[in-house]
């Protein structure tokens, strides 16, 4: 099998495939049945009246025990509708987790891990001090931040190297605009940092599945770009400007900026 090369030089596997439209199916399904429960207020009686109905949606046996416990630990939430998210995403992304043991709160990476991740959104900021910087806003399909918003400061020069990793080729060049990599997918991995603000990730990875949907979205962004030599998508609805500048939604257009998990 071949391995992925930190950049601490330290080998490690790399991820398996993740169905993320199969995991979302899954979320949507159990967000249902959780919804009964929409506007409470965590507390123990919940917490269990809440473990007994996300039991009957596992087809493996996990421990009311442990999903109490784990349910617990989030006292004081009110269920809303994106904390039933949260929830749902994080019971089905760590389902074997839960089959032995309570699982841990996100509130910082404590292990070392891959995280499938959608960037979702990127903000210019500055890099140590003076240079141009980018914030890249990501969303995490699995491990332990599973359904958390995640964020993570690079320098402008490093959206180059990105844009080769997820899509962009010799053929389909990247010409700098951020917006062109909103909605693409790929895997960090994750490891511990002393500075509890620092999200350390050591490499990065796409897997076939991955590139194939990033390649499309791709396409569409860059389907006016007179630099690409390859074939170039029509637009759905006929429009002539750029993806960064349509209202359409993702469920309306492939290339579409206006993505599920994007704020």
């Not at 959104?121 to 399909?141: I, N, Y």
């Not at 962009?168 to 895997?187: A, H, N, V």
């Amino acid at each position: 099998m071949t391995t992925v090369t930190l950049s601490t030089g330290k080998e490690v596997d790399p991820p398996d495939a993740l169905n993320v439209d199969r995991l979302l199916e899954d979320v949507g399904a159990l967000g249902v049945v959780l919804t009964r429960y929409q506007g409470l207020t965590v507390d123990l009686d919940v917490a269990r009246a809440v473990a007994a109905r996300a039991n009957t949606y596992f087809d493996d046996t996990i421990s009311f025990d442990f999903m109490v416990e784990t349910l617990h630990q989030y006292r004081g939430r009110v269920l809303d509708a994106d904390f039933i998210q949260l929830l749902a995403l994080q019971l089905v992304a760590r389902r074997r987790e839960l089959k032995t043991g309570a699982l841990t709160l996100y509130t910082k990476p404590i292990k070392a891990e891959w995280v499938a991740l959608e960037l979702t959104d990127l903000q210019e900021t500055t890099w140590r001090v003076t240079e141009a910087g980018q914030l890249l806003k990501l969303f995490a399909f699995s491990g332990h931040p599973a359904g958390h918003r995640l964020e993570k400061k690079v320098p402008t020069p490093w959206l180059n190297f990105l844009a080769y990793q997820v899509g962009f080729t010799r053929r389909r060049r990247f010409e700098g605009f951020p917006w062109t990599l909103i909605g693409t997918r790929f895997w960090g991995y994750l490891t511990p940092d002393p500075q509890a603000d620092t999200l350390n990730f050591t490499a990065w990875f796409v897997t076939p599945a991955f590139l194939k949907m990033n390649r499309e979205i791709i396409a569409y962004r860059t389907r006016q770009n007179q630099n690409t030599g390859v074939e170039k998508p029509e637009c759905p609805h006929d429009h002539n400007w750029d993806c960064d500048q349509c209202p359409h939604k993702e469920d309306e257009c492939p290339g579409s900026i206006h993505r599920r998990w994007r704020i």
